[in-house]
């Protein structure tokens, strides 16, 4: 189906964002390829995979898809047949969580969703004669607050609360192109250096150093030393350059 957008005073719902992602979902095969795909145990569902699978909004709580249920503008942007229940939602991705198949058709199709010139790459060039291409990649953890948990290895985060900290990283698109890893004086450890220029994970990364325990009067010697000043404006030098 079609949508004419234009602008009214009329009350808007607030999940209207479903125009546009029911818009890009029908770019892909997704929904015909995981109704065809077979999950043990599910071998005449009321509700095929691809409408479980569009249906599910990536929430983390099932019982968010109640109300959606009976919205008619919810399977009609997204088109999918009929929404599940949420103890259909739930049975259905915790199967087909184990499921490769739905891995693979998954991947597969974001992959071609996102190659159909539908992002633009966001490049940079470095180097003296701007010869050496990449995309950048920015990396960052994210503290979880777990203090009211009894879950393990549970730990102090900078956060001040006691929780995980798992490390994000976000990339626009699928690319071939070499990537330049970015990440701040948080993650400067020998261990995240290791993985960087380990053979099988080898790439180029921009780590900011974290200077706990260093002193910047000791950095400014060096640079002052050693590096080529530059005066970006009135009483600020910026000094680059390279130690082994």
């Known amino acids: 189906m079609k949508f004419a957008i234009k602008q009214s005073s009329e009350y808007l719902i607030t999940h209207s964002g479903f125009t546009f992602v029911g818009a890009l979902i029908a770019k892909t095969d997704l929904k015909k390829r995981l109704?065809?795909?077979?999950?043990?145990?599910v071998y005449t569902p009321n509700i095929s995979h691809g409408d479980v699978a569009i249906s599910c909004q990536g929430k983390s709580d099932f019982d968010h898809i109640e109300p959606f249920r009976e919205n008619g503008f919810f399977v009609i942007s997204l088109n999918v047949t009929k929404a599940p229940s949420s103890p259909t939602l739930w049975q259905?991705?915790?199967?087909?969580?184990?499921?490769?198949q739905w891995k693979q058709i998954i991947l597969e199709e974001l992959a071609k969703l996102l190659s159909n010139d539908l992002v633009q790459i966001t490049q940079i060039f470095l180097g003296a004669n701007k010869e050496r291409q990449y995309v950048?990649?920015?990396?960052d953890i994210s503290p979880f607050d777990n203090s009211s948990t009894k879950k393990q290895v549970v730990s102090r985060t900078y956060k001040g609360y006691d929780g995980?900290?798992?490390?994000?990283?976000?990339?626009?698109?699928?690319?071939s192109l070499p990537l330049l890893i970015y990440m701040n004086s948080g993650n400067?450890?020998?261990?995240n250096i290791k993985i960087c220029l380990d053979p099988e994970t080898k790439v180029d990364f921009i780590i900011k150093r974290n200077l706990r325990k260093e002193s910047p009067e000791d950095w400014l010697e060096i640079a002052e030393k050693e590096g080529?000043?530059?005066?970006?404006?009135?009483?600020k030098t910026v000094y680059m350059g390279v130690r082994a």
């Not at 259905?92 to 490769?100: T, V």
């Open 136 to 139: 950048p990649l920015d990396i």
């Open 35 to 41: 109704d065809k795909s077979r999950i043990p145990g």
């Open 228 to 235: 080529i000043g530059c005066q970006e404006r009135k009483g």
């Open 164 to 175: 995980y900290a798992p490390i994000f990283a976000y990339l626009d698109i699928a690319t």
């Open 188 to 191: 400067d450890s020998k261990d």
């Open 92 to 100: 259905r991705l915790d199967m087909a969580g184990k499921n490769e």
